[in-house]
């Protein structure tokens, strides 16, 4: 069988972790003799997103070598309307199974609790064959509100790190963050007595609370290089008590990706008890979870080394599946699996 993925990839560069989680997938797949196809557009060039749409895609599946594929998986969203349908119209034209690989869902997203918006997006998404979706939290809100076609839970994202792994063996309740720093108001009203917080990434704030601490901006290439703590926290929104707004809202829907970093890094995760993703955090014992920051002290200082070595355990031993695409790949199999036992 010959399969396709398929990313459209932006000009945009920057140390902006957003492309990564497509450009993972992409490798993991190729690495498993997936053909590649990719089309570039220019985010800020609304004529140039016509050509790709209109004249570059159109062109590209006339080619008789790229019509015989048996199954192409599309990585979505690519962030642009008119591209995205152009793409999925010639796909249908094709002789091949068409299954979109859900990165984000806007109607979640940006877009929350916009009737129109969700209706357009989820006719979209029902126009393929299947969807490999974050969690069964996402999967159960699409069907919801109308997704008919099969679905498959990724769990969590892969995400390819040849990094080693962190030095954290010793336990000093230590907990980085990495994040665009700029929705990261949270940071700003916490204050830690026995804990210690580094955190990373850009748009920084003058000052920060007691023992929360910049340490600067790296590429995701390099970051899990600078970092050695015992906990990677996962949290979004503006205040420490819970996740807030419209990103905090997301997180009970979506796998963020900074989760994968920090457990391909070898580190526990602390996330936030409502959470889609604290499910597979807590029945795979990768971390804790908590319904406020305010708890961050009390809850590192009883955690015992013993306990600590057990989560590590658990962690190393994730991160090596996580570095070789495994929860991509066993999506893409459960739902191939489902698509034949419909037939």
């Keep these: 069988?010959?399969?396709?993925?398929?990313?459209?990839?932006?000009?945009?560069?920057?140390?902006?972790?957003?492309?990564?989680?497509?450009?993972?997938?992409?490798?993991?797949?190729?690495?498993?003799?997936?053909?590649?196809?990719?089309?570039?557009?220019?985010?800020?060039?609304?004529?140039?997103?016509?050509?790709?749409?209109?004249?570059?895609?159109?062109?590209?599946?006339?080619?008789?070598?790229?019509?015989?594929?048996?199954?192409?998986?599309?990585?979505?969203?690519?962030?642009?309307?008119?591209?995205?349908?152009?793409?999925?119209?010639?796909?249908?034209?094709?002789?091949?199974?068409?299954?979109?690989?859900?990165?984000?869902?806007?109607?979640?997203?940006?877009?929350?609790?916009?009737?129109?918006?969700?209706?357009?997006?989820?006719?979209?998404?029902?126009?393929?064959?299947?969807?490999?979706v974050h969690n069964d939290e996402m999967a159960k809100w699409l069907k919801d509100n109308g997704i008919n076609v099969p679905m498959e839970s990724l769990e969590i994202f892969d995400y390819d790190n040849p990094n080693p792994l962190v030095d954290n063996d010793e336990y000093n309740?230590?907990?980085?963050?990495?994040?665009?720093?700029?929705?990261?108001?949270?940071?700003?009203?916490?204050?830690?007595?026995?804990?210690?917080?580094?955190?990373?990434?850009?748009?920084?704030?003058?000052?920060?609370?007691?023992?929360?601490?910049?340490?600067?901006?790296?590429?995701?290439?390099?970051?899990?290089?600078?970092?050695?703590?015992?906990?990677?926290?996962?949290?979004d929104g503006t205040t420490p008590t819970t996740c807030d707004g419209i990103f905090g809202n997301y997180m009970k829907y979506n796998n963020p990706h900074k989760s994968s970093l920090y457990l391909s890094s070898g580190i526990p995760v602390i996330i936030w008890r409502k959470a889609a993703l604290s499910k597979f955090i807590e029945e795979n014992n990768l971390g804790i979870v908590v319904d406020s920051l305010t708890e961050l002290d009390e809850v590192l200082s009883k955690i015992s080394l013993s306990r600590y070595e057990k989560l590590l355990k658990n962690v190393r031993d994730v991160s090596q599946k996580l570095r070789k695409g495994f929860f991509i790949e066993k999506a893409i199999q459960n739902l191939e699996n489902k698509i034949s036992e419909d037939k």
């Design 1 to 132: 069988m010959k399969r396709a993925i398929l990313t459209v990839k932006e000009t945009k560069k920057d140390n902006n972790a957003g492309p990564k989680a497509k450009l993972d997938i992409e490798k993991f797949l190729v690495n498993n003799e997936f053909v590649k196809w990719n089309f570039t557009i220019e985010q800020k060039s609304i004529l140039q997103k016509f050509k790709v749409a209109y004249l570059d895609i159109p062109s590209f599946f006339s080619h008789d070598q790229n019509k015989k594929i048996d199954e192409i998986f599309l990585q979505y969203p690519t962030y642009s309307k008119i591209v995205t349908k152009q793409l999925i119209k010639n796909l249908r034209k094709l002789h091949s199974k068409v299954f979109i690989i859900v990165h984000d869902v806007e109607s979640l997203r940006l877009h929350y609790g916009e009737k129109n918006y969700i209706h357009e997006e989820l006719d979209m998404l029902n126009l393929v064959d299947g969807l490999i």
């Design 173 to 235: 309740k230590s907990v980085c963050f990495a994040g665009n720093l700029n929705k990261a108001g949270f940071l700003q009203s916490l204050s830690l007595k026995e804990a210690f917080l580094n955190i990373f990434g850009p748009n920084p704030a003058e000052k920060y609370g007691h023992n929360v601490s910049y340490q600067g901006q790296f590429s995701p290439e390099e970051l899990s290089n600078h970092l050695n703590d015992n906990f990677g926290l996962v949290w």
